[in-house]
């Protein structure tokens, strides 16, 4: 009897103890954030260290987000330089991009396209 008391008490205070873990989690923000975007939705620059501009859709307010020299450009899954990102966006006006930036410096960490 008293090792089913001790264990329906531990079972208790676990669930009590995840349960405030839980809400912590929540309070927590991500550091990164993503625009899905399109071709016609995305201004690149023309070199490494500049601003992009990209929006959710055609009518949506666009966001400015600085891109560097480490920003990554991936092409399905294959990293390429940005020149070549941008010739392959011009052929491909159905591509499905994701722009994923750094919330607090709104610095570009990769720009993928899937096509």
């Known amino acids: ?51 992009l501009a990209v929006s959710s859709c055609e009518t949506c307010e666009k966001q400015l987000l600085r891109v560097t020299p480490k920003t990554v450009y991936r092409l399905n899954d294959q990293a390429v330089a940005l020149k070549e990102f941008s010739l392959a966006l011009g052929k491909q006006p159905n591509a499905a991009v994701l722009v994923v930036y750094a919330t607090a410096t709104s610095e570009v960490t990769r720009v993928v396209a899937r096509f």
Do not use: D, I, W
């Open 1 to 51: 009897m008293k090792n089913r008391f001790a264990t329906l008490a531990f079972a208790c205070l676990a669930a009590t103890a995840s349960l405030g873990a839980g809400a912590q989690f929540k309070s927590m923000q991500s550091p990164y954030a993503g625009v899905e975007a399109s071709p016609a939705t995305l201004q690149l620059p023309s070199q490494g260290n500049a601003v």
